[in-house]
């Protein structure tokens, strides 16, 4: 298998809901190691695009590859267990289980064979078992949520939420995590603390597509960044180059 094969790769997507085109046809590719930034006016179609990628919403025409295998006709379970894990612009969790259980069901879907480096201390977790607390005390660690490990999730701020929701999607030992506006309603040190947390799950062997409205974090944490606007791609490069765009910036100034 080739290295520099795309995670993945959206080819001509296209999303419709009845008479309005959310995605025309939205080609794009997440490499290894990399952290892509998605950014765009509100209504772009960036959520669709998650939406899409996840298996949530059936794309209208076009292809998605996840690692060289199609997965556009996939149902989202079946995405999740190739590898694809995602958090939601409003935080999903099971408001009245705790943190730990939030996390030992987020551990129900799995993908064998794939073991992001921060769950390398539990190698006897095998194919086919059920997450166990310990890996899911490995996750809190990491997460940096082990103080919330026992409480009820409808009680924790909204910071903690967005973490837990991140370490429970971690549960699933994602290829690839797809973070829909996660430093929506943190404060600046919070977001800081975030843009780490993204930092290290990178460093753990698991790619990343951001989308975020805040531009210092999205700057920060992205290796390259994708501009969506009004269904369309309209920039892709680094992101010194993203900042001066004039097409971006006139996307935003216009919107
Ligand atoms: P963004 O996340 O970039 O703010 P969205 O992807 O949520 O934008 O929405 C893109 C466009 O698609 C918007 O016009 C939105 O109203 C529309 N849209 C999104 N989901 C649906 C849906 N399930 N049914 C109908 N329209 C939708
Ligand atoms: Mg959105």
């Known amino acids: 298998r080739r290295t520099d094969e795309p995670v993945l790769a959206v080819r001509e997507l296209k999303q419709v809901f009845g008479g309005l085109t959310a995605l025309e046809s939205v ?54 267990t190739r590898g694809v894990a995602r958090t939601f612009q409003t935080v999903r969790l099971f408001w009245d289980m705790t943190v730990l259980e939030n996390l030992l069901v987020g551990g129900h879907t799995r993908l064998a064979g794939f073991v992001p480096k921060f769950l390398s201390p539990f190698p006897f977790v095998r194919r086919g078992e059920r997450r166990t607390v310990e890996e899911a005390e490995a996750v809190l660690a990491f997460t940096d949520t082990w103080d919330c490990r026992d409480r009820r999730a409808s009680s924790l701020d909204a910071y903690q939420q967005r973490r837990v929701e991140i370490a429970r999607a971690l549960m699933t030992r994602p290829r690839m995590l797809l973070l829909d506006e996660p430093a929506a309603g943190l404060n600046e040190s919070e977001t800081r603390d975030l843009a780490r947390l993204i930092a290290s799950i990178r460093a753990a062997g698991v790619d990343v597509i951001l989308i975020e409205h805040d531009m210092d974090l999205l700057m920060t944490a992205s290796d390259r960044i994708v501009v969506l606007d009004h269904g369309v791609i309209i920039a892709d490069g680094p992101p010194d180059e993203i900042r001066r765009n004039p097409a971006v910036l006139e996307a935003y100034l216009g919107s």
């Open 27 to 80: 080609s794009f590719e997440l490499r290894r190691g990399e952290v892509l930034g998605l950014m765009g006016p509100n209504g772009a179609g960036k959520s669709t695009l998650l939406n899409a990628v996840s298996g949530v919403t059936r794309a209208t025409a076009g292809s998605i590859e996840f690692y060289g295998e199609r997965i556009e006709q996939l149902e989202s379970s079946a995405v999740a």
